[in-house]
């Protein structure tokens, strides 16, 4: 885990009440059951983490919560099974943000951390996630995969970005 430093105090305050309320409600209860005691600090450290830069908690995004999950919650010191879990709980508690309207777009977002939970799960246990190309790198001189038989150079290589 690495440190950007202490967040505002306000969003300090932020993410805490945010936690604290979401730990009160129902939908918190199987999620949290399975974290066990260490439910709040996850939950604080994923937000701590999503909010680097100062970024508000109810604006971040998906790259944030990418950030905050393999970054920082993956580095805690916690017992494998307990880290098993912590997706769910991460997923639950961006729902019922969302639900409060504390947070729009929360599901999506959840649906990220579900997305993301084998590789997740991987950095936690410490095995080094690679990223694998899909498909042979096209270079500039290659001819364009959209078939126009010019070079990717001078067809869609500007199109793409």
């Not at 990418?66 to 017992?79: E, I, K």
């Not at 997740?120 to 096209?138: L, M, T």
């Amino acid at each position: 885990m690495h440190d950007h430093g202490p967040l505002p105090p306000h969003l300090q305050e932020t993410i805490e009440l945010w936690v604290s309320d979401f730990l009160e409600r129902p939908a918190a209860a199987e999620p949290a059951g399975r974290v066990g005691t260490n439910a709040g600090p996850v939950l604080v450290a994923f937000f701590e983490g999503a909010c680097h830069g100062g970024t508000p908690p109810a604006d971040i995004e998906g790259h944030d919560v990418a950030h905050a999950m393999f970054d920082h919650v993956a580095a805690l010191q916690l017992p494998l099974p307990v880290h098993d879990a912590v997706p769910a709980l991460v997923s639950a508690f961006l729902i019922d943000l969302e639900e409060v309207g504390r947070l729009a777009g929360g599901r999506e977002l959840a649906s990220q951390v579900r997305a993301s939970t084998p590789a997740y799960k991987d950095r936690a246990a410490g095995r080094v996630v690679q990223d694998v190309r899909p498909a042979a790198k096209i270079g500039r001189n290659d001819p364009c995969p959209c078939g126009s038989g010019t070079k990717y150079k001078r067809c869609c290589m500007n199109t793409l970005g």
